[in-house]
């Protein structure tokens, strides 16, 4: 079955740090892959989404991730983080049927001064 | 264009009680979802649509049911509320160009 693993459920960086969250994805094809960001009581915000073309993705709010096939991924990043940008994300793909998105468990992003 | 909406944003129900969640989007999209979130677990696909008429079930259905009378609106019910199914709700609704659009999410609690 397709899965999305998230191997950080928490990360602080400092801030005006580099970020970089990490999302590995199972999946026999070409995946379409995602990045939502949820801040605390609010819904899910789409950053980035990669289909296909080049594998390096610009996203909102300056974040930008990069599809490798050969290793599964699809990490996020940003080379200064923000104390906005505080908040929870979550990988995705969609799966195989073309009918859902399946999500990581998310990784909790913490800033400090 | 308000996108995704869903109502109620809160509800607190007690054990055995049912509900109808209600999701209405304005963008003619064919598919439409339900998830629900849990700390922890990130999203968790519940049923969705592939247009009107037509629903299937997700990862975790039991307990659930839904329907999608009409292709702008789906409806996520729970027929006998359990203490288990104190989550957060979300509904989303996506279309051609592979955009996913999401509702801002109910909070349910059930005592």
Not at chain 1, 21 to 50: D, E, H, I
Not at chain 1, 94 to 106: D, H, R, S, V
Not at chain 2, 9 to 36: I, P
Not at chain 2, 47 to 72: C, F, I, W
């Amino acid at each position: 079955a397709q899965s999305v693993t998230q191997p950080d459920i928490h990360i602080t960086v400092s801030e005006g740090a580099s970020l970089e969250l990490r999302c590995n994805y199972s999946y026999g094809a070409t995946p379409y892959l995602f990045w939502y960001v949820q801040s605390p009581g609010q819904g899910l915000q789409l950053l980035l989404k990669y289909f296909s073309g080049d594998t390096l993705v610009q996203g909102i709010k300056g974040f930008e991730a990069e599809f490798k096939r050969s290793q599964s991924s699809f990490n996020l990043r940003k080379p200064s983080v923000h104390w906005s940008d505080a908040a929870e994300y979550f990988c995705a793909v969609e799966n195989q049927a073309g009918t859902a998105l399946i999500f990581g468990k998310g990784t909790t992003l913490s800033v400090s001064s | 264009n308000a996108g995704v909406t869903q109502t109620p944003k809160f509800r607190v129900l007690k054990t055995g009680q049912s509900m109808t969640l209600l999701c209405a989007q304005d963008m003619n999209h064919e598919y439409m979802y339900w998830y629900r979130q849990d700390p922890g677990m990130g999203l968790r696909l519940i049923h969705y649509s592939v247009g009107e008429g037509t629903t299937a079930k997700g990862e975790v259905p039991d307990g659930y049911n839904v329907s999608r009378l009409k292709k702008q609106n789906f409806l996520l019910g729970l027929e006998s509320a359990a203490p288990s199914q104190t989550s957060v709700y979300f509904c989303a609704s996506s279309g051609t160009g592979y955009g996913y659009t999401f509702g801002s999410g109910t909070r349910l609690t059930v005592v």
